[in-house]
């Protein structure tokens, strides 16, 4: 009965220390960046840059830019590939300067409009 007993209060124990979902899902996004971001974290963010453009795929509707630093989301200078299926991509080619807008989810970036330099 004893044992019973001490069993059924570690049990309650354990229940009541038990972290929420919510504040386990902070612990776990705190300390592995491959967890799944809160829904705050990952709200598209509007953007603007110049760049490079180094890539056009007018099929799959992307477009790789070589672009300077995004202090808005601070991003530094990098290469990355944007998703521009509402923007016309048929004038754009590879080494083009060219300054864009862009809204942003984590870092996914897709291209609002885009002008050549």
């Known amino acids: 009965m004893k044992t019973a007993t001490a069993l059924l209060s570690l049990g309650l124990l354990a229940a009541c220390s038990s972290p929420t979902d919510e504040q386990a ?6 300390t592995d960046p491959a967890a799944p971001a809160s829904p705050a974290a ?12 180094e890539a056009v795929d007018t099929a799959a509707e992307t477009i790789t ?5 995004v202090p808005e989301l601070e991003w530094p200078a990098m290469t990355m590939t944007f998703q521009a299926s509402d923007v016309d991509l048929t004038a754009i080619r ?9 809204t942003s989810s984590g870092m996914d970036g897709t291209i609002t409009a885009i002008a050549r330099q």
């Open 42 to 53: 990952t709200a598209a963010k509007s953007a603007s840059a110049n760049g490079v453009v």
């Open 65 to 69: 830019i070589a672009h300077g630093p």
């Open 94 to 102: 590879q080494g083009d300067r060219v300054s864009f807008e862009f």
């Open 25 to 30: 899902a902070a612990q776990t996004t705190a």
